[in-house]
């Protein structure tokens, strides 16, 4: 049923059948063996991102039966799968900061084992979903309670002996200076980092990146597992030294959507891992995905029906449909500029 739910977006029949599908979810995390419960986490997310809005009681209904695989299971795959399924199904469907809170508290329970307690599979998975949901947790609760700790311990995971460790540890840095940046009232020059002291010592951290991306010596990791991370090290250097974030275009039905700052990023990194070969349908399809991302889609452009020589003359860069298109973007753009003298990411 999960690949059922990833390649095709069916809200109606989720809809009649939600109450069978989620006893059956309830019985494999609670019942269930180790494969059961990565179905049953799996396939909780799906159910989530596909009904969309009104999930608050199926949260709070699977809530205990997470708590509960993260904290006891002695099974990676099951654990990591249900650190996935907290993260997401509190994204979307949890209703307060106390939700948002909780969670977070929880995946960040990981990191207080010692690294050689914890697999790389279960690390990973606390990592991107701490980061997924720091992107809608208030700023103040993450001040207060989570940033003294955690930033320290995601620059101690840069020297981790796992390349994909020490790039969702440098990831989650990037955020954190994001959400920081975004924060402040006066941008002056050296306030980011100014901010960022407060948590670690910005000048190691830069210099400890700098080796990482540029250490030429033989190591356990692959050239390709090296290039990845350099680049992926560099954009979080990026935004340390300079404030700028990276931007990545993605093309659905036909239009050009730019995905800008490190959360937006993240959120859609997080919900490519969930979707994996269904992305695509979703975020052509499923109204949740185009309201979390903001995305206004053209639905009435695609017809299966047309010619050749209308699709043609709709979708080509150079139709006169894409460039009043085109047009109307860019002013909305300047309007929207104007309304917040910068493009923001999170500020609705």
Partial sequence: MCNELRLHYNNELVHERRETIIEAIKRALKRGGSHEQVLG???SSLITITI???CYDIYMDLLDFFRTIILQSTDAHATASAIEALALNCFIAGETEADTQQAMQLIASIFDKTRSQTPVEILEAALNSWGLLAT????????RKDLNTQVRYFVKLL???????????????????????????????????????????VE?????????????????????????????????????????????????????????????????????????????????????????????????????????????????????????????????????????????????
Wanted: hydrophobic residues 35%.
């Fill in 52 to 54: 969309g809005a009104g």
């Fill in 136 to 143: 809608v947790a208030p700023i103040g609760h993450l001040v």
């Fill in 159 to 201: 020297d981790d002996s796992d390349v994909d460790i020490r790039v969702s540890a440098g990831q989650n840095i990037a955020l954190v200076t994001s959400i920081l940046n975004s924060n402040l009232i006066d941008q002056q020059e050296d306030d980011l980092r100014k901010q960022l002291k407060h948590y670690t010592d």
């Fill in 204 to 348: 190691k951290l830069l210099d400890r990146l700098y080796d990482i991306r540029h250490d030429r010596r033989k190591s356990v990791f692959s050239q390709k597992e090296k290039k990845s991370m350099r680049q992926d090290l560099k954009e979080v250097v990026e935004i340390i030294e300079t404030g700028k974030e990276p931007t990545e275009v993605i093309t659905i039905k036909h239009q050009k959507f730019d995905f800008e700052t490190w959360p937006m990023l993240r959120q859609l990194d997080f919900f490519r891992g969930i979707l994996a070969q269904g992305t695509h349908i979703h975020f052509e399809q499923n109204e949740l995905i185009a309201d979390i991302f903001d995305l206004d889609i053209e639905h009435e452009l695609i017809n299966k029906n047309m010619s050749a020589i209308e699709k043609r003359m709709t979708f080509s860069p150079n139709s006169p449909y894409a460039k009043e298109r085109t047009q109307n973007l860019m002013k909305d753009r300047s309007v929207k500029n104007l309304k917040t003298g910068s493009i923001m990411y999170g500020d609705d």
């Fill in 41 to 43: 986490a799996k396939l």
